[in-house]
């Protein structure tokens, strides 16, 4: 083909395209993270500078005061908030389940709109081995991924994504334990002397005898000040939000309309009812997690509405317009809140299931009155014991009043019964590698 029309078949091109109509969509990055309980953030009751990138992004956006998780664990709880579904309908009970086939999570309604997708995971168990679909993306990884490399990950995938709406999910690991923060950082956040003082040694408190964890019990080794491990726990969770603020700073850079929702999988106890530096029960520390949205010509609005992470996947389908295919989907759209109108569903849902893994417990919550009940009968931590609790009298949940109030622990039992039902779920571990496995106990998540 000579020369003169060559360039001017590429002239042409490039006028067509000039031409074509931008797809203006609205893109949407949706950040995780792990194990950050809602008071780790500065702008829900942390020190002040804690999370400088999130209270920033909470002021000028959604800022839901009183969200809570679907699950006290990671893949449970990513399944509900990817998907609407609590954890008994979809069947994500533990970490050795993968995502069961009929279940339509958010990357495959973008995926079906047309959306460019992409997932980085910073923790191999929800990674592509438990089976996400309608990612075009999603790297294969072996360990976790700090909150660096992940955000390397996505601004590289960012930069190559150009004139195509996108769905990027990132996920954060940093803040869960064992808090190891950069020298620097953990001076910055402690002070002290962790192994000063008369007290006794954190390791010898009787939930490690219940639940022996190596790898914990190394960490904190002769540590006697309580105030140490919360300390590098905030410095973790300060470390992940500089790495979110680089992320954001790329999105915002970019020539898009984009929405940002950020959440967390579950929450973390450090040291309350004698819970240390895991998310074991269905206690406030383990449930309630911070939830942010912020999506272009929003005005900044501060809700004290009980909402749940169920919320997440109907409310970003319907910022998007794209198709959530689950029936019966538990979470409620947040959209007309965000459009600063009523949203009488909220104030029609009254009761909340919150559930263990392997259904060893579950919690039920209606107005200020939370039931957590066992179902296992061998959970050294659990117990058997059902608890209630008045929340708006004890939000520290230290006052029991089940033997006070039969009648309401009746009332609230009722309301769980298909997970009483359901009963506890075996640990079936025929499609987890070995690696897998060992990296799953050394976090503590199994028990031999």
Known sequence: MPRARRTALWIALAAT????????????????????????????????GTTPHLDALAARGALFREARSDSNVTNPSHASLMSGLRALDHGVLNHLTP??????????AFARAGYATAGFASSRHVGPE??????????NMRGDRTARETTDLALDWLADVRGRPFFVWVHYWDPHMQYEPEPALAKRFYSGERTAGSGPRIADAPYFRLLPRDGVLAWLGDTRDPAWAPAMYRAEVHATDAELGRLLDAVAARDERVAVVVTADHGEALGEHEIYYAHTGLYEPQLRVPLVVQV?????????????????????????????RNPSVAGISLVRLLRGEPEPRLAERTTFVYQNAHNFAVAVRRGDWKLILPI??????????????DLAQDPGELRDLADAEPARVAELRQLAEPWLARGPIERETKHVTPEALEQLRALGYLRD
Do not use: N, Y
């Open 130 to 139: 438990f089976g996400w679909r309608g990612f075009d993306v999603i790297p």
């Open 17 to 48: 395209l000039a031409c074509a109509p931008r797809d203006d969509r609205l893109s949407v990055v949706l950040v995780t993270l792990d194990t950050t309980r809602a008071d780790a953030l500065s702008c829900l009751g942390a020190p002040p």
């Open 376 to 389: 296992a009968s061998d959970h050294p931590v659990i117990g058997t014991k059902p608890r209630l609790f």
């Open 99 to 108: 995502l069961p086939a009929g279940v339509d999570t958010l990357p495959e």
């Open 296 to 324: 272009p010509g929003q005005a900044p609005l501060r809700s004290d509405a009980l909402v749940s992470t169920l919320d997440v996947a109907p409310t970003v389908a319907e910022l998007a317009g794209v198709e959530l």
